[in-house]
């Protein structure tokens, strides 16, 4: 039988930090070595995803490059597709945080509800009104999704000022780079309603944790 | 069970496949088969791979003839007893109306014979708003349970248990199902069996294993 010492178990700490998304780093230059080292014995990477102006740094688990998920169809691996009113209110928040491709999206630059609901707006020939079931359609389908990434650490922050979560912070390289090629087709903020050109649904293509 | 070779001393081609099986079991919602990777088929990687996870507080479980992974139980205990991780009381209640009315109903009528979470008869949502819980509180925990990917959408407005069911150890399974039978018949001769066994469960914690059949 194995006892988990939960003061210094670094399997404990890494799966505290699997359940949580994101925590506070060890204060200790040892304490944060210890973690490097257990997450990439574990196959997995530390990520800094300390907001800017945050006076705790704080870190989550992400992938090393080049093993991220595969969401290519061919892996015989199955995973649940975001729903699409999700992949879009993403793509929104995203291009609207994310004012240099040449940069990581994260942390990006703040923005408001209302400006993610516009540029949204611009996408609206992709989508399709759907009634979840549960009466929600229209604008408060767009809350909701708004909502559940932010649940998810896609976004964080109040609707006054909003901005992209550990999450994003989290990519890759391999994916930001995948992102940056679709980066013209996410929909500009303040665009016109149907405004943007093409599919806006590559960031379904970052959905590994 | 064949010694595991820790990540970092494997050749980085065994390496890479061992982290792309890591990144599969860790993320897929259906097992995933065990002929999509290298290191899901060969014992040694399989084993190097449990490590991985080991390392991270992870299991490797066998489930329906694939690969998933899921939390090691003794450290799911700890983690639950810093209530990280865990559901809301309004979550807690729903989901165990979902699953009296979608597994143990069915289960002890004879519907269903299989094991298996998924098993499950769908339950209408007005089922559910029979009970105490107003319909908006219900509503607002299916939703987050379905995002959570613990209950999905049934046929004609039904719910039912989804893919997270299958990342529980044999051990949180036995738990969950015993947890329903003190729930349906808290009198039952099975209850007054199952609170005297886990009487005497509380004086150790659960093992910590590397690799668990789970079906």
Known sequence: MSAVDAATDPRLTLARLRAAGVNPAPTDPRGLATLFAAASRAGRRLVDVSPPGSLVQCVSLGWQDGSEPDASEDTGVTRLEAARELALVLAAALRCCWPDPDRHPFPGQTTTFETIMRARSALDSHSVVIDD??????????????????????????DAELRLGHQVGLWSSTQVAALRRAYDLLPRPGAAAGEAAGEADESEEVNGR | MTAATPLHDLAPARQADVLAALAAVETASLPVPEASFRALQDPALRASLAQCLDEAGRVLLKVHGGWLSGYDD???????????????QDERAVLALVMIHCVAVPRARGQISSESWLEAVP??????????????????????????????????GTVRPSHQFLRLTPYMSRRLWENLMLVAQ??????????????????????????????
């Open chain 1, 133 to 158: 079931g549960n009466g929600a359609t229209g604008i408060q389908h767009r809350r909701a999704a708004l909502q559940r990434l932010r649940e998810a650490g896609y976004l964080t922050g109040s």
């Open chain 2, 186 to 215: 808290p009198d039952g001769v099975m209850a007054s069996v199952i609170r005297r066994r886990r009487d005497r469960e509380t004086t150790r914690p659960p093992n910590v294993h590397h690799t668990k059949e789970s079906s």
């Open chain 2, 74 to 88: 003794a450290i799911a205990a700890h983690l639950a007893a810093e209530g990280l991780g865990s559901l809301s």
């Open chain 2, 123 to 156: 339950v209408p949502r007005s089922e559910l708003e029979k009970s105490q819980m107003t319909n908006v509180r219900i509503r607002a925990a299916l939703t987050r349970l379905k995002a959570a990917g613990i209950l999905r959408q049934g046929p004609k």
